[in-house]
Every structure is written in C-alpha cells, then in structure tokens.
C-alpha cells in the first residue's frame, strides 16, 4: 500500500483558508484515487472529498462542495485540500485516504490513511 503523511493543519479563526496536504510514498501514487476525510470528537469519520488517479474528476460532501477543493499533482507525490471560509463545526482531525479503487474511497473503507492532520476553527 501507498504511505501517506498529511501536513497543514493549524488553529484559525472563522473565515479563514487553510490547505491541507498529503504526501504519498511506497507505490505509484499515480495508481490511486485518493480522498480526504475527518473526524471531530465523538463523531465518525467523515467523507469529505476525493479525486480518481488522473485528476479529471472529484466528488465531494454537500458539506464542503463549494468551500473545499481537492487536487493532486501526481508528478510530486502530493495531494492537497483546499479549504475557504472554515467553520468552527470543520473543526476535527483531517485525513488523507488512498485506494485503487474510488468505491473503497466513498464507502470509507480505503486501504492507506494517513495519521490526520487537527484542524482547529475559533469563533
């Protein structure tokens, strides 16, 4: 499986921005759709977004569509989540997900996570 470390998170105040990243190792990134997810505290994981290998097509959250945005530049290894006029409810732990298969991702069952990035929206 692939290896993925997010990074980016931080503490801001409502209506910021905040982008999110995901570097990817082990295998051809390329070969993976990826996603990102998140968790707040004592609620389950949450889908959020995801992108299939080549870039062209992404899904997300009524949640998020609109104010997030997922990339991926599969030359660097990387992906990314943008992330405009944050909420205090955004606040929770942000993961990034990658599996061959775009079902796995949006049932939330991928088989490589990171280990999440906090992300934290003051009033």
């Known amino acids: 499986q692939v290896q993925l470390v997010e990074s980016g998170g931080g503490l801001v105040q409502a209506g910021d921005s905040l982008r999110l990243s995901c570097a990817a190792s082990?295998?051809?990134?390329?070969?993976?759709?990826m996603g990102w997810f998140r968790q707040a505290p004592g609620k389950e994981r949450e889908f959020l977004a995801a992108i299939i290998r080549g870039g062209g097509s992404t899904r997300y959250a009524d949640s998020v569509k609109g104010r997030f945005t997922i990339s991926r530049d599969n030359a660097r290894n990387m992906g990314y989540l943008q992330m405009n006029n944050l909420k205090p409810e955004d606040t929770a732990v942000y993961y990034c997900a990658a599996d061959q298969s775009l079902h796995s991702l949006l049932m939330i069952k991928p088989g490589s996570w990171g280990q999440g990035t906090q992300v934290a929206v003051s009033t």
């Open positions: 082990g295998r051809t990134f390329s070969s993976y759709a």
